[in-house]
């Protein structure tokens, strides 16, 4: 209500940062002095006015969210992978960086067409260096253990923030029978195989429901992720997963 002290106050400050804005120029166009700078906040307005009907045509590209998980996807198969409306962004390009030091062959045909092909997988490493700049880089880690039977992921935080963030990926990939312990900032997994399994999460993880999903394509039997999550990107995931030739029911579905 009009009467609520909470209220009064704030119509007090609207009214004077509207007069600071209408009265006291940007700071763009003069510096103020030194006192007033650090007395008074400076206001820029975007003043919008309507009444035109918008109309055009816009091309829009795939969203990064569901494109990261589905570059990995590259690393399961030694076929190349052809991927379009792919966004040029600086996490696809992180990721590129790191799938091909990976020794995965990549190929811009277009902007927004890739092809990757992992026909070899020579060094199943993603390093500090780059998992720092992107925490989606965990990502590597289901595909890289079905494929390689190892593999070696540092944590996002390095040692600091040990295994809390990815430890449903982790106790996902231990009940397909992995072996995982944790040196010195890294992830080290290693699996002669990976078998199929019952797991639920103890919380709902897009990434990690994305890297057991990866991992129970190559996996013996039948895997069944229980309390999963629901998102689009994991859909698109299945999606691109399944015409790669696994068969997975229930994508956007906890189950």
Not at 134 to 155: F, N, Q, T, Y
Not at 172 to 194: C, F, K, S, V
Request: proline fraction near 7%; hydrophobic fraction near 40%.
């Amino acid at each position: 209500p009009d009467s609520c002290p909470h209220r009064r106050i704030f119509a007090r400050h609207a009214r004077r940062m509207d007069a600071i804005a209408l009265e006291l120029p940007s700071s763009r166009t003069r510096a103020a002095p030194a006192d007033a700078a650090r007395n008074t906040p400076t206001v820029d307005k975007l003043v919008i006015e309507g009444g035109r009907r918008l109309a055009g045509e816009i091309p829009v590209s795939g969203a990064k969210n569901a494109a990261l998980p589905i570059l990995c996807a590259s690393l399961l198969t030694a076929e190349p992978l052809v991927l379009t409306h792919v966004p040029q962004l600086n996490d696809v390009r992180t990721m590129r960086t790191l799938l091909s030091q990976m020794g995965v062959r990549i190929e811009e045909r277009s902007p927004g067409e890739v092809v990757l092909e992992a026909s070899r997988i020579e060094w199943p490493l993603a390093p500090y260096e780059l998992v720092k700049t992107m925490r989606a880089s965990i990502l590597v880690l289901g595909p890289l253990l079905a494929r390689s039977r190892e593999a070696r992921v540092s944590l996002p935080g390095g040692c600091a923030i040990g295994l809390r963030p990815v430890d449903q990926h982790v106790k996902g990939l231990q009940a397909m029978g992995a072996e995982i312990d944790l040196e010195h900032g890294y992830i080290n997994a290693r699996a002669p195989r990976l078998r199929g399994t019952r797991f639920g999460f103890d919380l709902v993880t897009v990434t990690g429901t994305e890297n057991l999903l990866m991992a129970a394509t190559l996996a013996d039997g039948t895997t069944v992720l229980e309390n999963a999550a629901r998102e689009p990107e994991v859909v698109d995931l299945a999606r691109c997963l399944t015409a790669m030739g696994a068969r997975i029911d229930g994508a956007g579905t906890d189950r």
